[in-house]
């Protein structure tokens, strides 16, 4: 399988020529706001977000795998992923899956490149945040979202990102960890929002994630609350769902 990363020069107009697929000078039509400035990790906290996540992925997987059977694509297609991490989602998808793994974080990219190839993805990684992606309208037929939107700068944006690039019919299929009810866990969630955010790169416990979904746009919106039973407290309340656009 073809795996490509698309380093982004700085700064980039809405209309460029990029190379996409061993193609040169195509033009691309993309989101105006494409000239925000390039994310840059932490060199030691994005190295070992990439060693925790690819030791906790077995774990994660194995309690989420249920709700990535039901809502990730049976039939391949094109797919954008928003941060795609180590690619612990691309054992859920059909060989030769076409897949453009959003992914601003470099220290990700090695493991990501690997796990495309055992699993027979034709993989582009597109090093941009989610808040300007590199694609064209209505490009991409499902959009793979999952512990992202509590991480980015701006979900309100990412989202009409994602509703931009995906085709009329095209679906949001995501899994997030959001605010739980006011009690025990929330006071938990509030307790160790600034350490939290420090330690995982800006990820946010607490996020109204769902209600961030329904105001996006899309025309119907699925959303089923679950708990993640896990030691890590703060995110065991989740949401999985599907949005149509």
Same mark, same amino acid.
């Given at each position: 399988?073809?795996?490509?990363?698309?380093?982004?020069?700085?700064?980039?107009?809405?209309?460029?020529?990029?190379?996409?697929? &061993?193609?040169?000078?195509?033009? /691309?039509?993309?989101?105006?706001? $494409? !000239?925000?400035? =390039?994310?840059? @990790? +932490? #060199?030691?906290?994005?190295?070992?977000?990439?060693?925790?996540?690819?030791?906790?992925?077995?774990?994660?997987?194995?309690?989420?795998?249920?709700?990535?059977?039901?809502?990730?694509?049976?039939?391949?297609?094109?797919?954008?992923?928003?941060?795609? &991490?180590?690619?612990?989602?691309? /054992?859920?998808?059909?060989?030769? $899956? !076409?897949?453009? =793994?959003?992914? @601003? +974080? #470099?220290?990700?990219?090695?493991?990501?490149?690997?796990?495309?190839?055992?699993?027979?993805?034709?993989?582009?990684?597109?090093?941009?945040?989610?808040?300007?992606?590199?694609?064209?309208?209505?490009?991409?037929?499902?959009?793979?979202?999952?512990?992202?939107?509590?991480?980015?700068?701006?979900?309100?944006?990412?989202?009409?990102?994602?509703?931009?690039?995906?085709?009329?019919?095209?679906?949001?299929?995501?899994?997030?960890?959001?605010?739980?009810?006011?009690?025990?866990?929330?006071?938990?969630?509030?307790?160790?929002?600034?350490?939290?955010?420090?330690?995982?790169?800006?990820?946010?416990?607490?996020?109204?994630?769902?209600?961030?979904?329904?105001?996006?746009?899309?025309?119907?919106?699925?959303?089923?609350?679950?708990?993640?039973?896990?030691?890590?407290?703060?995110?065991?309340?989740?949401?999985?769902?599907?949005?149509?656009?």
């Amino acid at each position: 399988m073809r795996r490509r990363i698309l380093q982004r020069p700085q700064p980039i107009a809405s209309t460029v020529d990029l190379p996409i697929g &061993g193609i040169l000078n195509e033009e /691309r039509h993309m989101s105006d706001t $494409t !000239t925000l400035p =390039a994310p840059s @990790p +932490n #060199p030691v906290r994005g190295r070992l977000n990439s060693v925790f996540f690819a030791l906790m992925a077995g774990y994660i997987n194995q309690r989420l795998a249920g709700h990535k059977r039901e809502i990730f694509p049976r039939t391949g297609g094109v797919v954008a992923e928003i941060g795609a &991490g180590n690619g612990p989602n691309l /054992r859920f998808l059909p060989p030769k $899956t !076409t897949v453009h =793994a959003i992914e @601003p +974080n #470099p220290y990700f990219h090695r493991r990501l490149e690997r796990t495309a190839a055992v699993h027979g993805i034709d993989l582009t990684i597109h090093s941009v945040p989610g808040e300007a992606i590199d694609l064209d309208d209505a490009s991409v037929d499902t959009v793979i979202c999952t512990w992202v939107l509590c991480t980015v700068q701006d979900p309100a944006q990412v989202l009409r990102e994602i509703h931009r690039i995906l085709r009329p019919g095209g679906r949001l299929a995501f899994i997030e960890h959001v605010a739980a009810p006011h009690g025990t866990v929330r006071r938990i969630q509030r307790l160790v929002r600034r350490p939290w955010q420090w330690a995982f790169e800006g990820c946010h416990t607490d996020r109204d994630t769902a209600a961030a979904i329904h105001a996006a746009g899309f025309v119907s919106v699925k959303i089923t609350e679950f708990q993640f039973r896990s030691s890590f407290v703060p995110v065991r309340t989740q949401i999985a769902g599907l949005a149509v656009r």
